[in-house]
C-alpha cells in the first residue's frame, strides 16, 4: 500500500505541474481543502479512457469540482440563462448548465449559446415561461425566447434509449456505488457527443461535475467521444460534423479512433437533413472559424462531399501554390477577423462570398474590375470606388487563376461596362449552391473528380444575392452619396440588410486582394458629413436675405470656423497673405480664395460648384496687417462686409478675413 501511495503521489506532482504550465488556465484548478479529492480523480483518469470499465470507482467523491478555483464566476453567465436558472429552481427543480456553453467559460471563451438541463419535465417548462416551444422528436428540447437570446433548455425525463449494443456498453461502466443524483447527471453525461460537452455546472452550488475526465482533455486540447467513435456517429451522424465544428473552432486534436471513424462513416453525412447541414456548417463559417474548418473539412475528405466544387478547387490550387496562398481561403481568412462568437456574421455573407469566388475561377477578370465592383460595395459611390481601385491597381496582384494579368488600360466608361457585366455574371452562381443539375454541370470543369450531388442551401438564398449584386447600373449611373459610417452593424448584418451586406462582402473582398482600404476617404467623407451637419445648423436666414438676390457670399459660419482653425498664436506675428481669384458669370459672382496663414494652406469655396466656374478674368493680391486692411481696386464692399471689416480690426493679434463681392 505504501508503494501505491508513494506512486500516487508522483503521479499527483506531476499533473499538478504540467497543470500549472498551461495557459489557458491562469489559476489554480482547487483551493487546498479540495486539492487531495481533485488530484486522486485526476491521477486516476488520466490513465483511463472515456469508455473504460470504472465501476469500482465512487463517482460522488471524485467528481464534484469548485467552480470558482477553476476561473468561473456567476457574473460570467448571460443574464437571460440566469432568469431561466433561478425561475426553475424557485418552482423546486434543479438546473444545471451542460455542455459547450461550460466548455467555453472554463476556456474563457464567450458561449456561442447556453444550454440548460432540468428535472422538470419539457410541458412544464414550456408551462412557465409563455414565449417557448418544443421542438425535435428524437432529441426533444424546449426552446425558451427571452431578451432577444434563445436558450435551449432539455430534461432529463426525455432521455433516449440508445441502441442494444450502446445500453450494454453503459451497463458495463456504471458505477457500483453512486448516489442517486450522481447517477442521473452520469446517465445524461454518458449520452452526450464529446467529453468536453460533458460538463455539468451547478451555478447556484459552485460545483461543477466532471464524469468523463472532461476536464483533463480540455486541458490537453483533445476532442474525444464517450462512447466507441463508430459507436457514437453511428447514432448519429451529426457528430461528425459538430467534432469539426468544436475542432476547428477551439484548435483540438483528433484521436487516432475519431479520424477512422470520420473516414469509415463520412458519407453518412448525406443521410442528414439539408437544413441540418445549413446549420453545421453556418455555425463552422460565421463565428469566426471559416478557414480551419473548411481546411480540416478538406483534410478528413468531408469537403468533397459538402461543397464539391470547392474540395476539387483546393486540391487543384492547392499542389501548386499551397492551400493558404489560395484566394478562396484568403477570404475565409478576412471573413474570419470580422467575425466571432460575440458578433457573429450571417449565413448569406458567406454564401455571397462563395458565389463572387466561383464566378471568377469560371470566368476570370481584369484586377481593376474586381477591385471596382469591391470598392462599389463598399463605398457606395461610384467615383470614390473607382478612384481607390486605380490607386491600388497600380500594386502588382497575383491571385491564379481568378485574376487576370493587369496589363491593358480600361477607360471609366469601358470600366463601368464590365463592371455592371461581372455583377450580373456572378448572380447565377447561386445556382450552384440550391441546384443539383448546375452542381454537375459546374463540376464537368474539374475532370476526375466526384460529385456526391448535394445541395443544401435553400433556394430563397437566390433572391438574397440577386439583391446584393443587383442594381449596380443603377449605383453607378446614379453615384448615390456614398456610405457615412464604415462600422459594421452586426444587427443589421444578421438580418440581411443589402446595404451592410454589400459592404461588407466589398471589404472582404478589398481587403484579400489588396490588404488595405483607402481611409482617407474614409476620414474626408465623415469629416464632410459633420462639417456640413454643423453648416446647416448655424446658418440663419437673415444673413441670406440680407444679400442681393444675384450675389453670392461666403457663408458667416464657414468664416467663423475657418478663423478659429486660422488664429495665429499671441507670439506669432507673421503676416497673412490672401490671394483671390475672381470670377464673373451672367447671374452669380465666384469668389474662390486662397488663405495662408502661418504656414497652413486652407481652402473656403462658394456655395457654388467649383466645376462650373468659367475663365478667370482678374487676380488681386493684398496684405492684411493687424493695423491696415487695403480693398481690391474697383471693389465695392456692402454695409454687411464694412461692419465685419471694423470688428474684425478690433481684435488684438486676431486673423483678419475678408469677404468682398465685386461687380
Known sequence: MDVISIRRNSLLLSRLKSLLSLKRFSHSFVEHGDEEKASV????????SPYSKIGKMDTSQLTQLDSRNLGIESSMISEPSWIVLKSL?????????????????????????????????????????????????????????????????????????????KEKFLAALKPSTCHKSDLVLWKDCMRRDFTVNSLFFNPFENKIYDYANGLGDIRSLKLQTLIPAHMSFTEDSARILRA??????????????????????????????????????????SYGAAQPSISLLQRLGLLEILLPFHAAYLTRQGSKYGESSTMLMKLLYNLDRLSSCEQPSDSGLWVGLFVFHMALVE??????????????????????????????IEVPICFEPELLEATAFISDRELAERVIQLAIFIQGFVHVLTD??????????????????????PKNMRSYIANVFGGIDGLIKRNTQGRMS???????????????????????????????????????????????????????????????????????????????????????????TKKQKVVKTEDNIYVVAKLKATGQERFSLSQSKVANMPKTVENCEEEITHSKCNVPEGGVADEHNKKRKSQASKG???????SALFK
Open 486 to 576: 464604415f462600422d459594421i452593424d452586426y444587427d443589421m448584418l444578421q438580418q440581411r440588410d443589402v446595404k451592410e451586406s454589400r459592404f461588407v462582402i466589398g471589404k472582404i473582398v478589398m481587403e484579400t486582394i489588396c490588404c488595405a482600404v483607402d481611409h482617407e476617404v474614409m476620414a474626408r467623407r465623415e469629416e464632410d458629413h459633420v462639417e456640413k451637419e454643423i453648416v446647416e445648423k448655424q446658418q440663419t436666414p437673415s444673413a441670406c436675405q440680407s444679400l442681393p438676390a444675384k450675389n453670392m457670399m461666403f457663408n458667416d459660419d464657414v468664416f467663423t470656423r475657418v478663423k478659429r482653425e486660422l488664429q495665429p498664436k499671441k507670439e506669432d506675428k507673421q503676416l497673412a
Open 363 to 392: 470566368k476570370p477578370q481584369h484586377p481593376l474590375v474586381v477591385l471596382s465592383l469591391a470598392s462599389l460595395l463598399y463605398y457606395g459611390n461610384w467615383k470614390e470606388a473607382i478612384h481607390h481601385a486605380r490607386l491600388q
Open 244 to 285: 469539426v465544428r468544436i475542432a476547428a473552432r477551439l484548435c483540438l486534436s483528433f484521436s487516432k479512433e475519431i479520424e477512422s471513424a470520420v473516414s469509415d462513416l463520412s458519407f453518412s453525412v448525406l443521410s442528414i437533413s439539408q437544413s441540418r447541414i445549413m446549420m453545421e456548417l453556418n455555425y463552422m463559417l
Open 652 to 658: 488684438k493679434g486676431s486673423l483678419r478675413l475678408l
Open 436 to 457: 443539383a443539375d448546375s452542381l454537375h454541370e459546374m463540376m464537368e470543369n474539374f475532370p476526375g473528380c466526384t460529385c456526391s450531388g448535394l445541395v443544401f442551401v
Open 41 to 48: 480523480m485526476r491521477s486516476k483518469s488520466s490513465h483511463l
Open 89 to 165: 429552481q424557485k418552482r423546486g427543480f434543479k438546473a444545471y448548465l451542460v455542455g459547450g456553453c461550460v466548455r467555453d467559460l472554463l476556456l474563457n471563451r464567450k458561449p456561442k449559446d447556453y444550454d440548460i438541463i432540468t428535472t422538470a419535465k419539457l410541458k412544464q417548462v414550456k408551462k412557465h415561461f409563455h414565449r417557448s416551444q418544443i421542438v425535435g422528436r428524437r432529441f426533444p428540447i424546449c426552446i425558451v425566447h427571452l431578451k432577444n437570446t434563445v436558450i435551449e433548455v432539455s430534461s432529463f425525463e426525455t432521455a433516449v434509449q440508445g441502441t442494444i449494443e
